[in-house]
């Protein structure tokens, strides 16, 4: 193996597509199970434990981001805000 080989990461592919909300709750909820079935040595939890804190930072950032794209979408014609519950939007409009 080369010093190239090494220096490049296998597991992540060079500027991969963000990976979807779904599928960031669904590996976190998959670590949350692993941790809770009691099977892993302490070590193994350590790891997990990490990687689910990891996962659940990374959905609150999704969660936060999507929170600012429906903030921008409810700017008034004078350019300020206004906020409202999205529960309230979807029994204002009327679906």
């Given amino acids: 193996m080369t010093r190239a080989d ?3 990461p296998r597991e992540k592919p ?10 960031i709750v669904g590996r ?3 670590v949350v199970e ?3 079935g009691g099977g892993l040595t302490l070590e193994q ?3 997990k434990f990490a990687l689910g804190v990891r996962l659940a ?9 999507a929170e600012r794209r429906v903030e921008s979408l409810l700017r008034t014609e004078d350019g300020g ?3 409202r519950p999205l529960a309230e939007e979807g029994r204002e409009g009327g679906r």
């Fill in 57 to 65: 930072r990374e959905a609150s950032k999704k969660l936060d981001e």
């Fill in 45 to 47: 939890s350590i790891e």
């Fill in 28 to 30: 976190l909820e998959k």
């Fill in 34 to 36: 692993e941790l809770e």
């Fill in 81 to 83: 805000v206004e906020a």
């Fill in 6 to 8: 090494r220096s490049e």
């Fill in 14 to 23: 060079a500027e991969a597509a963000p990976e979807p909300y779904d599928r």
